[in-house]
């Protein structure tokens, strides 16, 4: 296998032969600095005129600015440089001068030119730190999930019905002039109006929580990571309309250690990021301050004692009111801590989430607020187990209950105690990156406007 | 924590509390043999009625399939069971007696019944027991990557163009009223046909693979593993419309090296099913004798010897054809090991795949198929690297290259020698299980004629 950047802390002395980018250069005419880039890391190669071959020091003169190339050099340390060592240049190879006018330079561009460059700008410094960071989040979440019990449980994208309303999903046909009925063996009516024929529609899911709470009563605990799809015309710095969202669900659990759960998941994330994105995010200039201050325990506030201290604050939100991101913002900056928000009114929130006990009007639900201003990055709750009042909340809400004939046979056949949650990728590593705006964390954003490349 | 069935290994002689569900008991009138599961494994739990409480027992005598239950009971070691042990009951406790009728009993059903039923049907122990190896599957495959470099990427499934024709395509409306234009910034009319504006079709993707040609120019390895989508009409045992892919694509490697890196990643997997799902496996009555021979090196043979094999055994396959499903089957027969077949004729293969240099009519492209019938499981191949060609190629096939711009940038700014491959993992979970139809190795399997649950 190909020496890589990331093996040379190991090599220090030693002569290296690496394969990669040109990012950027200079020259005094007799030492070429050569910033090169391989994938695995970023590393300065120093050449001097006076030590190579001529046909070489003429590929040097006419580099550009991404050029493919292979160097070979002495590893040297290096206090001044970011990674702590440099290459003492020996040889350089041409795969491809790239030609003159790379688009994207040091100059300022704005955000729509480098989202139209996006196959591009992926390669810049800022770039690659965000989708290593974001590679930690995922290989984290993987391995604290199968350490504490977790199956990958994959649902589905394809659903058969819009089961709170259609205005926010993306609809298309399935298949509407196929000649092939619906099972003659179905499970009759219940089928009606989702079945198979000319016409049936599909929509691209939101969340795979109800599919995730069948798995659970096979497997006990499952979560679920996958594109998920939201056809919201909003345009602010928190939404995409394609993005990926990490469902967990677990079966015998119930509201507070449904909290424990996601307190540990994401101090997990945040420690093995720290440990092994601090590269990354020193090329990303985050100070790494409030991120060392992420430790249980949490902060726990009731959503009554929220809008107590939003009211205390000046604000003239209601009693039943959802939070508003300025309200979150608004919380977050009164602690360096996460912060759980619990028990939210259950005319907001949705059919599915378990009344408290304490106090019907209220749910076993919690939000979880990022600390500096970054707000909601987890939504979670205990779920309604009972088969009728299941049933009850689907009619007070005017849903048809037809549809949610599976998801009620889960409260009918052996039915548990047991509560979810789910994080959006975008907005942790948003977060952890100190992003203004998730369309930086993903490779190719997709939003109201941008489809494209 | 609560424990678990997976810990009772550990626990031998102690008395332990789990709770899950019963998927089938028997009794003798006095002794009550509960079969109990609780996701993460099943143990037969023996009650004595001359032992336990009269209030109890009767809970016993009202037992029904799928009822959710908390036990409390001795654990023994019993040779006979699959496990290896069993319960000695102390104490039972019903969660919820569940209802008479469960729907799917010891009988025979149809498929369409069961998958009319899926979401109760992943309760059975096959079904737990696929599902589990799935997540072995997908686990070995993060672990092995992220230990060889690659960075998981993850590409958009909505995508603003149908670069090789539409008919296996799923289509939908993108925002089709809003009122936002393109970015004044853009790039001109590189985005004709494919900016935003009334009507704006998308279509679902059907492979990440050149969205991760353009990260490993940043990343140098990448790999990507999500839902891809095929509006194919095929009804066969290998087809779904929603499947999980993994693509993976690595810079500086060539047609060689690519298929080592696939051989590496296959024994890895099936070594780590074999040492971690051998309940599993048991479950599903799977002989491991075939598994067990999966070892490097893998067989090589090239199209034509393919070919040369297929007519020798009567077929008249001719010599520029691909490849049909019967052919795979009957060359993986031969072999007790996996075959790569190399370098297929250019025009039934894609694009992108870069030419052999030795045979300009072939390319330097990999299928990989698994034996026992099972055919292919993995296609991979080196991509075209050279700008001029890549653009010749693209208007050879007469597709209109503005849409491919972004595409062919990749090949203007530095391109390097770079392959890629891809795998199905319900396929790959279809084989290591030994299962006829893949319609099993998926939580909620979309197929021609299905959408529902």
């Known amino acids: 296998m190909q020496t890589t950047i990331s093996q040379i802390p190991q090599l220090v002395g030693q002569e290296v032969e690496l394969k990669g980018w040109c990012y950027n250069f200079r020259s005094s005419g007799k030492i070429f ?15 001097s005129k006076a030590e190579l071959p001529e046909d070489q020091w003429k590929i040097l003169e006419g580099m550009r600015l991404e050029s493919s190339v292979i160097v070979r050099g002495i590893v040297k340390e290096d206090s001044r440089s970011p990674l702590g060592f440099e290459l003492e240049g020996k ?55 199968h350490e504490n019990g977790f199956v990958k449980f994959d649902t589905p994208i394809l659903t058969p019905t819009a089961c709170e309303g259609t205005t926010e999903l993306f609809e298309m046909e399935y298949f509407s002039e196929q000649g092939t009925g619906n099972s003659e063996q179905g499970l009759g009516n219940r089928e009606q109006g989702t079945g198979m024929g000319e016409g049936t529609k599909a929509y691209l899911a939101q969340s795979g929580q109800l599919y995730l709470e069948a798995g659970i009563m096979s497997l006990g605990r499952a979560f679920d990571f996958g594109p998920v799809f939201r056809a919201e015309k909003s345009k602010t710095r928190r939404h995409l309309t394609e993005f990926w969202m990490m469902d967990a669900e677990a079966a015998f659990v119930e509201h507070a250690e449904n909290m424990v759960i996601q307190e540990a998941l994401i ?57 508003g991101a300025d309200d979150e913002t608004a ?14 009114p259950a005319v907001v929130k949705a059919f599915y ?75 942790i590593v948003g977060w952890l990156c100190g992003l203004h705006h998730v369309r930086e964390t993903i490779p190719f954003p997709r939003m109201v406007n941008r489809i494209t490349p």
């Open 33 to 47: 600095f050569l910033q090169f880039r391989d994938g695995s890391g970023s590393v300065q190669v120093v050449y």
């Open 267 to 323: 101090c997990r994330i945040v420690a093995d990021v720290l440990k092994h994105c601090r590269y990354e995010l020193k090329v990303l200039e985050r100070d790494v301050t409030p991120l060392e201050k992420i430790k249980a325990p949490f902060v726990h506030l009731t959503h009554a004692e929220a809008i107590a201290k939003l009211r205390a604050g000046g604000s003239d939100i209601g009693d039943t009111d959802d939070l």
């Open 353 to 427: 989430m378990k009344r408290d006990p304490v106090d019907p009007t209220r749910v076993l639900n919690n939000d979880l607020l990022a600390p500096e201003g970054y707000g909601e990055i987890i939504g979670g709750s205990q779920r309604e187990d009972d088969y009728e009042t299941l049933l009850a909340r689907i009619q007070e809400r005017g849903l048809d209950p037809r549809p949610f004939e599976w998801y009620l046979d889960l409260r009918r056949w052996g039915t548990v105690p047991h509560s979810g949650f789910g994080y959006g990728l975008e907005r």
């Open 331 to 344: 919380l977050t900056t009164q602690y360096d801590r996460p912060i759980f928000i619990e028990k939210y």
């Open 91 to 145: 040889l350089i190879q041409a795969i491809q001068i790239a030609p003159e006018g790379y688009p994207i330079g040091k100059k300022e561009h704005g955000p729509e030119f480098l989202l139209d460059n996006r196959h591009l700008w992926l390669r810049a410094q800022s770039q690659w730190a965000v989708m290593r960071v974001r590679d930690r989040v995922i290989t984290s979440t993987y391995e604290w999930f």
